[in-house]
Protein backbone atom coordinates (compact mmCIF):
# COMPACT_ATOMS: atom_id res chain seq x y z
CA UNK A 1 0.00 0.00 0.00
CA UNK A 2 1.11 3.25 -1.14
CA UNK A 3 0.08 6.69 0.02
CA UNK A 4 0.49 10.48 -0.59
CA UNK A 5 -0.22 12.87 1.32
CA UNK A 6 -0.16 16.47 0.72
CA UNK A 7 -0.06 19.84 3.46
CA UNK A 8 0.35 23.25 2.80
CA UNK A 9 -3.24 24.28 0.82
CA UNK A 10 -5.10 27.60 2.10
CA UNK A 11 -5.92 30.95 1.63
CA UNK A 12 -3.64 33.66 0.71
CA UNK A 13 -3.89 37.63 -1.16
CA UNK A 14 -2.50 37.89 -4.53
CA UNK A 15 1.46 38.09 -4.60
CA UNK A 16 1.28 36.43 -1.68
CA UNK A 17 3.24 33.08 -1.26
CA UNK A 18 2.65 29.35 -0.58
CA UNK A 19 4.04 26.22 0.42
CA UNK A 20 3.02 22.76 -0.43
CA UNK A 21 4.17 19.19 0.49
CA UNK A 22 3.71 15.86 -0.68
CA UNK A 23 5.12 12.76 1.19
CA UNK A 24 5.10 9.26 -0.21
CA UNK A 25 4.86 6.10 2.20
CA UNK A 26 4.48 2.52 2.61
CA UNK A 27 5.35 -0.31 0.58
CA UNK A 28 8.12 1.72 -1.77
CA UNK A 29 10.53 0.25 -3.85
CA UNK A 30 11.72 3.39 -5.73
CA UNK A 31 10.49 7.06 -6.92
CA UNK A 32 10.92 7.84 -10.47
CA UNK A 33 9.19 11.17 -11.29
CA UNK A 34 7.37 13.48 -8.88
CA UNK A 35 5.16 16.50 -9.27
CA UNK A 36 1.96 18.62 -9.58
CA UNK A 37 -1.20 18.78 -11.09
CA UNK A 38 -4.17 21.51 -10.64
CA UNK A 39 -7.48 21.43 -11.74
CA UNK A 40 -9.41 25.10 -11.44
CA UNK A 41 -13.50 25.22 -11.56
CA UNK A 42 -15.02 24.43 -15.06
CA UNK A 43 -11.11 23.95 -16.50
CA UNK A 44 -9.53 20.90 -17.51
CA UNK A 45 -6.48 19.15 -15.44
CA UNK A 46 -2.94 20.84 -15.98
CA UNK A 47 0.40 20.09 -15.09
CA UNK A 48 1.77 22.63 -13.07
CA UNK A 49 5.47 21.64 -12.25
CA UNK A 50 7.53 17.94 -12.71
CA UNK A 51 11.10 16.61 -11.36
CA UNK A 52 12.26 13.50 -12.29
CA UNK A 53 14.84 11.55 -9.95
CA UNK A 54 18.01 13.66 -11.07
CA UNK A 55 16.66 16.46 -9.84
CA UNK A 56 15.30 17.86 -13.79
CA UNK A 57 12.54 20.44 -13.76
CA UNK A 58 9.83 21.82 -16.36
CA UNK A 59 6.80 24.00 -15.89
CA UNK A 60 3.89 25.51 -16.75
CA UNK A 61 4.47 28.23 -18.81
CA UNK A 62 1.98 30.33 -16.74
CA UNK A 63 3.83 29.28 -13.40
CA UNK A 64 7.25 29.64 -14.57
CA UNK A 65 9.71 32.16 -12.86
CA UNK A 66 6.65 32.43 -9.69
CA UNK A 67 6.72 28.20 -8.63
CA UNK A 68 9.83 26.28 -7.75
CA UNK A 69 9.44 22.55 -7.01
CA UNK A 70 11.80 20.74 -5.14
CA UNK A 71 11.93 17.08 -3.91
CA UNK A 72 13.78 15.38 -0.97
CA UNK A 73 14.91 11.62 -2.09
CA UNK A 74 15.46 11.33 1.31
CA UNK A 75 12.17 11.85 2.72
CA UNK A 76 9.95 10.43 -0.43
CA UNK A 77 8.34 14.18 -0.22
CA UNK A 78 7.81 16.71 -3.11
CA UNK A 79 7.67 20.39 -2.74
CA UNK A 80 6.12 22.84 -4.67
CA UNK A 81 6.75 26.91 -3.33
CA UNK A 82 4.69 29.21 -5.17
CA UNK A 83 5.25 32.81 -4.95
CA UNK A 84 3.34 35.95 -6.48
CA UNK A 85 0.39 33.91 -6.77
CA UNK A 86 -1.83 35.10 -9.08
CA UNK A 87 -5.98 35.10 -8.48
CA UNK A 88 -5.88 32.25 -11.85
CA UNK A 89 -3.83 30.25 -9.73
CA UNK A 90 -6.73 29.17 -7.18
CA UNK A 91 -7.34 25.56 -7.82
CA UNK A 92 -6.78 22.23 -6.01
CA UNK A 93 -3.72 20.88 -6.54
CA UNK A 94 -2.70 17.45 -6.43
CA UNK A 95 1.02 15.91 -6.20
CA UNK A 96 1.72 12.73 -8.01
CA UNK A 97 4.38 10.06 -7.52
CA UNK A 98 5.89 7.43 -10.40
CA UNK A 99 6.99 4.60 -8.22
CA UNK A 100 7.59 0.87 -8.27
CA UNK A 101 6.36 -0.51 -5.27
CA UNK A 102 7.19 -3.64 -3.13
CA UNK A 103 5.03 -5.95 -4.55
CA UNK A 104 3.87 -4.35 -8.25
CA UNK A 105 7.71 -4.33 -10.53
CA UNK A 106 5.48 -2.08 -12.97
CA UNK A 107 6.13 1.82 -12.80
CA UNK A 108 2.52 3.39 -11.44
CA UNK A 109 1.33 6.76 -10.66
CA UNK A 110 -0.23 7.67 -7.68
CA UNK A 111 -1.97 10.80 -6.31
CA UNK A 112 -2.00 12.47 -3.19
CA UNK A 113 -6.01 13.77 -1.67
CA UNK A 114 -5.52 17.36 -2.88
CA UNK A 115 -5.53 20.59 -1.70
CA UNK A 116 -7.26 23.42 -2.45
CA UNK A 117 -5.35 26.73 -2.88
CA UNK A 118 -7.52 30.12 -3.11
CA UNK A 119 -5.83 33.04 -4.29
CA UNK A 120 -8.09 36.31 -3.22
CA UNK A 121 -8.25 39.30 -1.50
Known amino acids: QVQLVESGGGLVQPGGSLGLSCAAS????????MGWYRRAPGKERELVAGISSGGSTNYADSVKGRFTISRDNGKNTVYLQMNSLKPEDTAVYYCYSDLYSLINSKLKRYWGQGTQVTVSS
Open 26 to 33: GSIASIDA
